[in-house]
């Protein structure tokens, strides 16, 4: 175990147990001309973003803690994407920046497109693992769970864009599911204002787990480890 100076309260940690959930750093999210800078949201904090997962991740696997990305994507036909009677499509902003402007059909967060791709720097290594979502939680129809528990892990650091969409609704289950959630601020981007950040942050220290910069987390992983 590492105790580790997270907020509100210094946590206790086994990394052996642990995992590193990576959401969505698709250029959809990440990359000039992907979705959310189409949506007009500022992405201009991305690039750090990045550097600071790339460090996180580098770390994670020198230590052999789990690596696990999370990516959204809808199959060409949007079949997976919900039907009339699901709110995915009134609110999702792929499907509905899509149905907005037509040019952009079928280039949105589908398979196999350069928006629905990793970002270049975060390419998946091998060990790692890639859970295709369709929801804004990584918990909402896929094998997350099984995944993680088949592994006995437990306790699980957030990195991601976005921090108040897909990353808190990731969190939130995880916490419903018994995992240790913690949130690494600095590797993760808000869509919107900079107090949708501070919303989530408020929520994770005060309702659904923990938070800490990833210097704190690097510090331990880096450490030497214990048997």
């Not at 199959?75 to 009677?85: A, I, V």
């Not at 949105?108 to 928006?115: A, K, M």
């Amino acid at each position: 175990m590492v105790s580790l100076l997270t907020r509100p309260e210094t946590l206790e940690v086994d990394l052996e147990k642990s995992a590193v959930i990576v959401v969505d750093m698709q250029n959809a999210f990440a990359s000039r001309g992907g979705l959310l800078d189409l949506a007009g949201n500022d992405i201009s904090g991305a690039g750090a973003v990045v550097r600071v997962i790339r460090s996180v991740l580098q770390a994670a696997r020198e230590r052999s803690v789990q690596v696990v990305y999370l990516q959204t994507g809808y199959k060409p036909d949007l079949s997976n994407g919900g039907g009339e009677r699901s709110p995915n499509p009134r609110k999702e902003t792929a499907l509905c920046l899509m149905r907005a402007r037509p040019e952009l059909e079928g280039k949105l967060l589908v398979e196999g497109t350069w928006d629905f791709a990793i970002v270049d720097e975060l390419t998946p290594q091998p060990g790692d693992i890639v859970v295709l979502k369709t929801r804004y939680s990584g918990f909402a129809g896929t094998t997350l769970d099984a995944v993680l528990r088949v592994r006995d892990i437990r306790y699980l650091f957030f990195a991601g864009i976005a921090t108040n969409v897909c990353v808190e609704s990731t969190l939130r289950d995880a916490y419903f599911h018994e995992y240790w959630p913690i949130l690494v601020t600095d590797a993760t981007l808000q869509a919107g204002p900079p107090a949708a950040q501070h919303a989530t942050i408020f929520n994770v220290e005060s309702f659904f787990g923990w938070t800490l910069e990833a210097d704190g987390l690097l510090g331990s992983l880096r450490g030497p480890a214990r048997h």
